[in-house]
C-alpha cells in the first residue's frame, strides 16, 4: 500500500500561483505513474496531469497546458503541481495519485490516494 500526503493548497487570486507537493511513502516501488487530480463542487473528479518515476513522462489535461507543470524529486519521493496563472475555474479539492499501470488517465487507473487539498482562486 502506498500512502500519499498533499500539501500546499490555499486561497489565491486570480493570476497568481500555487504549488502544490504529495509526499509518498509505503510500497512505493510497485508504483510506476503518479498524477494529480481534481474534484469541483457537485463535478466529476478529473485528470490534471500525471509523471512517471523512472523516465519523468508528462501528460497534461488540455485545460492546463501552459499553466501547470508536474515535476517529482525521486530521491525524496515527492511529485510537485506548480500553478501558474490560475483562474477561478481551477478551484476544486486536488489529489494526488499513484499508478501501479502505466496507461489510462482515468481515475480508475490509479490505485492509491491522498485525501486531497482544497485550492481556491478568486476573481
Known amino acids: 500500500q502506498v500512502q500519499l500526503v498533499e500539501s500546499g493548497g490555499g486561497l489565491v487570486q486570480a493570476g497568481g500561483s500555487l504549488r502544490l507537493s504529495c509526499a509518498a511513502s509505503?510500497?512505493?516501488?510497485?508504483?510506476?505513474?503518479m498524477g494529480w487530480f481534481r474534484q469541483a463542487p457537485g463535478k466529476e473528479r478529473e485528470f490534471v496531469a500525471a509523471i512517471t518515476w523512472s523516465i519523468g513522462n508528462t501528460y497534461y489535461a488540455d485545460s492546463v497546458k501552459g499553466r501547470f507543470t508536474i515535476s517529482r524529486d525521486n530521491a525524496k519521493n515527492m511529485v510537485f503541481l506548480q500553478m501558474n496563472s490560475l483562474k477561478p475555474e481551477d478551484t476544486a479539492v486536488y489529489y494526488c495519485a499513484a499508478a501501479r499501470g502505466l496507461f489510462g488517465y482515468a481515475p480508475s487507473a490509479f490505485d492509491n490516494w491522498g485525501q486531497g487539498t482544497q485550492v481556491t482562486v478568486s476573481s
Open positions: 509505503g510500497r512505493t516501488a510497485g508504483s510506476l505513474r
